[in-house]
């Protein structure tokens, strides 16, 4: 009290000390004095002298030699386990005498609490309290600097051997063999490739030296595909001339592992020229160097042929031809899948349906992403059970053909267990949007939470701002506009691109729920900013932008009678009708088709309206889309009604009569599937006013000693609430309980208090 800390300095000191008692008093004896209290509390660790004197005289002092000694050699480890430890030691591994056996050592320090905490229930993982740590670590290098090489070349050794190539390398790095460090990444580059785990890649790009990489053109192009995947170009055209004038070395004087790996390296440069093309909007350039990479391809490399045809797809997609976009991409899922890069597979299926729908085929779309998740599920062993009933798609007959007998090899590359394989959760998430676009809103929220379980590894960088997109989809079909803001407002921080073309960015999405709800000026903003005209020149890569500007115009009229508005949004609706006409986008038109209804039935001309929507449904009825003539603005039911004269007993057209005109003066209505009379009727016990509070923070970017401080509560109480959220949720993390706060629309509710 004496010192007159912030209630943020205490709450960041208990933090760093993991509560220790004794390490908060050593704090607060080193604070004494001190003008900068909270720049000593955030670099406070074990090197400060207080804390150091303590645990030498106190604990370190007062151990055996070999507790001791085995104290200090497993300190450069960030979770010790036996084997490990053993390993580290440099013990035999049938040594089981009292100082050899880790086993025994562990289970000693752990009796006597020397600040070892378990990771697990079945304490086989273990660390140490960090400020012990750093005092170790401290101890380690100023008694025995010698041996602190040989400990990390041990630990990465065994690292390696148990296929963790992270802490395989972090532990190389550590060590100061670079050399080494980079076998390992390059040895496992396939493997790193297969499972898409561009991040790690992308992290190492940062710890390798330029002189790891002078001699290894393998190692050197595998971080540029990091690079690449992480959306980070700039430095993308010098890494390639790097590569190009290493491979102009005679290949004995060069590193690598792989001789076929060597060979692709050329055609890998022309791949990555073509989707630096693709990425600075030069779609004819992009197909020329992907033809390049293929004709430097060596034989028997389906990598590259595979990337070719998604670059000229990617290209094709993005200009507006569906078509071909959609069949080059079935030839790249079919040659990925040869190759035996399932997960890269997924992400091909992820874009088929997109491009499936935009030409109207939802089935398609469906069947695509069924026929992937049983792909997924096959190469995983069974990581969940799909509904796997339609077949037949254009995706299950590239599969077969590129599968053949060789199914369980192609597949069986991709690394064994139960676990979901990475995109099995964008597969479900995707699916959702199907079951949306069918007003199925209970299947849609069943397969997002479904995604959500099993957990980030299961998804690809995107799922997490897809998922997010997709939940505010379904909450604005339930009316709850605040909640699905909130959502997209946190996709958009969490946006991660991929080389896909942006048709549907998120910002069109935020304009289309403002629109919705009736905030037309901020949707007026939206437009502003993003200089959006209803006399713009169109392409489809903003086709979306320009549907969402059609909706604020009409809802524009409806709001102020405005004829300029309605004018320039039938103009533009006639024009954008035209335009997805000739790029075969029925997607596009049916939903194009139902806003000129609309437009034309607030002009008067109830004979063009009705042709409008009779065309609409004419496309819709034989794929079940109803979702985009359910959110029909109320006014067309008129419309409807005239429709259904023409159709008596339509089973398709009753259903959008009975349920359409839930537009933005509709009023709100509870969906079947995800809630009944409030947020929190499906939870047994329901959270407090003060645990809503602080579920609300808890889905910010605030840490725990930040929302003590906005509550004006002590870390504790905080914590507290926490635990309590937890157990009435059924989580038992952060994530889990964000995510099943946006399930059960709990986040609404603590925004409005």
């Not at 070892?116 to 086989?124: C, V």
């Not at 035996?340 to 088929?352: E, F, K, M, N, P």
């Not at 062993?381 to 299950?396: F, M, N």
Request: aromatic content about 4%; some cysteine; overall charge negative.
């Amino acid at each position: 009290n004496d010192l007159a800390l912030p209630t943020n300095a205490v709450a960041a000191l208990e933090a760093r000390t993991e509560g220790w008692v004794a390490a908060l008093q050593l704090a607060v004896l080193s604070l004494r004095g001190r003008a900068d209290a909270a720049a000593f509390i955030d670099r406070f660790t074990g090197d400060d002298r207080y804390v150091v004197d303590y645990l030498v005289e106190e604990v370190l002092d007062r151990q055996p030699e070999h507790v001791r000694r085995f104290l200090l050699d497993t300190s450069i480890l960030g979770r010790l386990t036996a084997p490990l430890c053993q390993a580290v030691q440099g013990d035999p591994a049938g040594d089981t005498s009292g100082a050899g056996s880790a086993r025994a050592m562990l289970d000693l320090l752990e009796r006597q609490n020397l600040f070892l905490i378990a990771l697990d229930e079945q304490r086989r993982w273990y660390r140490y309290h960090h400020l012990f740590a750093d005092v170790l670590q401290a101890y380690l290098t100023r008694e025995r600097p010698g041996d602190v090489t040989g400990l990390h070349h041990r630990a990465s050794r065994w690292y390696a051997e148990n296929g963790d190539i992270e802490e395989a390398v972090r532990h190389s790095l550590a060590s100061g063999d670079t050399d080494a460090a980079a076998q390992l990444i390059e040895r496992a580059l396939p493997q790193l490739k297969r499972d898409r785990r561009e991040r790690l890649l992308r992290h190492w790009v940062d710890d390798l030296p330029d002189a790891a990489v002078h001699d290894r053109p393998v190692l050197a192009i595998g971080l540029v595909g990091g690079l690449m995947a992480s959306n980070e170009f700039d430095d993308i055209e010098r890494r390639l001339r790097q590569v190009e004038k290493i491979l102009t070395r005679p290949a004995r004087d060069l590193a690598f592992l792989d001789e076929d790996a060597l060979a692709r390296v050329p055609a890998e440069v022309e791949m990555y020229r073509a989707a630096l093309a693709l990425v600075a909007g030069d779609p004819t350039s992009a197909i020329d160097r992907a033809r390049r990479a293929v004709a430097a391809a060596p034989d028997g490399d389906d990598l590259t042929p595979a990337s070719a045809a998604a670059i000229s797809g990617l290209a094709s997609w993005a200009s507006g031809d569906i078509v071909t976009g959609r069949d080059a991409y079935l030839r790249s899922a079919a040659a990925l899948t040869r190759a035996g890069h399932i997960t890269d597979v997924l992400g091909c299926a992820l874009a088929i349906a997109d491009m499936e729908l935009a030409l109207g085929r939802l089935r398609g779309a469906e069947h695509t992403l069924h026929d992937a998740l049983q792909l997924a599920e096959q190469s995983r062993g069974g990581g969940i059970t799909a509904q796997h009933t339609a077949r037949g798609s254009e995706l299950d007959t590239a599969l077969g053909s590129a599968l053949g007998s060789e199914l369980g090899t192609a597949v069986g590359t991709a690394l064994g267990g139960k676990t979901p394989l990475r995109g099995t959760a964008d597969m479900l998430v995707a699916l959702s949007r199907v079951a949306w676009h069918r007003d199925d809103l209970a299947a849609a929220a069943d397969l997002l939470r479904r995604a959500d379980d099993l957990g980030e590894p299961a998804g690809l960088p995107q799922n997490p701002y897809r998922w997010r997109v997709a939940m505010a989809r379904l909450r604005a079909a339930e009316r709850d506009w605040v909640t699905a803001l909130g959502l997209l407002e946190e996709a958009e921080r969490v946006y991660v691109g991929d080389f896909s073309p942006p048709v549907h960015p998120i910002h069109a999405s935020r304009a289309r729920v403002l629109t919705a709800s009736g905030d037309l000026a901020a949707a007026a903003v939206w437009a502003h900013d993003h200089d959006l005209k209803a006399d713009d020149d169109l392409t489809y890569l903003h086709e979306y932008e320009h549907v969402t500007l059609a909706r604020l115009l009409l809802a524009e009229h409806h709001s102020g009678c405005s004829t300029t508005a309605l004018r320039d949004a039938t103009a533009l609706l006639d024009r954008l009708l035209a335009a997805a006409d000739a790029g075969a986008r029925a997607g596009s038109v049916i939903e194009i088709e139902v806003l000129r209804s609309g437009a034309h039935q607030a002009s008067g001309n109830m004979h063009t309206a009705l042709s409008a929507l009779e065309h609409a449904v004419d496309l819709a009825e034989p794929e079940q889309w109803r979702r985009f003539l359910i959110d029909a603005d109320p006014a067309l039911h008129d419309v409807l009604t005239a429709l259904a004269a023409r159709r008596p007993g339509s089973p398709y057209v009753g259903t959008l009569l009975t349920r359409g005109g839930q537009g933005p003066s509709a009023p709100s209505r509870a969906p079947s599937s995800a809630r009944s009379t409030s947020p929190q009727s499906a939870l047994l016990d329901p959270l407090s006013d003060r645990e809503l509070d602080v579920l609300r923070l808890l889905a910010s970017d605030l840490d725990g000693p930040a929302i003590a401080r906005e509550l004006i509560v002590s870390l504790n109480t905080v914590r507290t609430h926490t635990k309590r959220i937890y157990t009435k949720l059924a989580v038992n993390n952060r994530r889990a309980a964000i995510s099943k706060a946006h399930q059960l629309g709990l986040l609404s509710r603590a925004g409005r208090r």
